[in-house]
C-alpha cells in the first residue's frame, strides 16, 4: 500500500509540473511560473509568477512561450513586438493576434524571411496572391479564385510544400533588431526619468548590442523608410 501511495503521488506531482507555465529566453533560459501576457505600446510583456516571486520580460528578450495547449511566439505585427499565439508553424506559419476585442482573433501570416501580412476579409485576393508571389502556382490559384479565405489551411500547406522561385533579399527584409534596440531605448528613458531602478535583465540586453555598428543600424533603418 505505501508503494502505491507513493506511486500515486509522484504521479500528481508529475503532472502539475508538466501542465505549468513556462518561456524560453533568447539566452535558452527557460523559467517556469505562471504567465499573464500584457500589450504595450511598443511591445508586450510576459509576467511570470513563482516560488522566487515576479518578473517581467519583454517580448524582445523571449524566444517562445508555452502553457497547456497553447503556445506563443514574438513577431514582428503593426511595427510592434507582439505575441503571436501559434496556429501553424512551417516555412509560413499562421498566428493569432490580439485584436480591438482584446482576444487573439486576428490572423497574421508570417513568412519564412521574416515578413508578415495580416489576413483580410475584404481584399483576401490581392493582398494573400502578392504576399505567397514566390510561389506562383498558388498565387495564381488566388486570384483565379480557385482558393479563397475559406481555404486559408490548404493554402499554407500548399505554400509549406512549394518549391519558390524567388524570396525576398536580405536587404529588402526588415531588421526587427533595429525595433528591438529602439523600443528598449524608450523604455529605458521612461525609468531614468522617473527614476526607477534598472532591471537587470534590461542592462544584460544593452549590454547584447555592445560593439553593434549603430551608424550602420541607422542605414538599414533608413532604407526601410524609402
Known amino acids: 500500500m505505501k508503494i502505491l501511495f ?14 505549468e507555465d513556462y518561456l524560453i529566453t533568447l539566452k535558452g ?3 517556469f511560473g505562471s504567465i ?14 513563482n516560488e522566487e516571486g515576479k518578473e517581467r520580460y519583454k517580448s524582445y528578450e523571449i524566444l517562445t512561450i508555452s502553457r497547456p495547449e497553447e503556445a506563443f511566439d ?12 501559434q496556429v501553424i508553424k512551417g516555412p509560413l506559419s ?9 482576444q487573439f482573433s486576428e490572423e497574421v501570416l508570417i513568412r519564412e524571411d521574416g515578413e508578415s501580412s495580416y489576413v483580410p476579409t475584404i481584399g483576401f485576393k490581392k493582398v494573400i496572391a502578392s504576399f505567397l508571389a514566390s510561389c506562383p502556382a498558388l498565387a495564381s490559384k488566388i486570384e483565379e479564385k480557385a482558393l479563397s479565405k475559406p481555404d486559408l489551411d490548404k493554402i499554407i500547406a500548399e505554400y509549406n510544400q512549394c518549391d519558390k522561385t524567388a524570396t ?8 526587427d533588431r533595429i525595433f528591438e534596440f529602439a523600443a528598449l531605448l524608450v ?13 537587470i535583465y534590461m542592462k544584460s540586453a544593452l549590454e547584447e548590442y555592445q560593439g553593434t555598428d549603430l551608424n550602420e543600424m541607422l542605414s538599414e533603418l533608413l532604407k526601410l523608410l524609402r
Do not use: M
Request: glycine share 6%.
Open 36 to 49: 499573464t501576457l500584457y500589450q504595450n505600446t511598443y511591445f508586450d510583456e510576459a509576467l511570470v509568477k
Open 6 to 19: 507513493f506511486s500515486a503521488s509522484f504521479f500528481l506531482v508529475t503532472i502539475t509540473w508538466a501542465q
Open 94 to 102: 499562421l498566428y493569432l493576434v490580439k485584436g480591438e476585442n482584446n
Open 168 to 175: 525576398v533579399s536580405d536587404q529588402e527584409q526588415p531588421n
Open 74 to 85: 514574438p513577431i514582428a505585427h503593426k511595427g510592434k513586438r507582439v505575441f503571436g499565439k
Open 29 to 31: 533560459d527557460t523559467i
Open 187 to 199: 523604455d529605458l528613458e521612461s525609468k531614468i526619468k522617473t527614476g526607477e531602478k534598472i532591471p
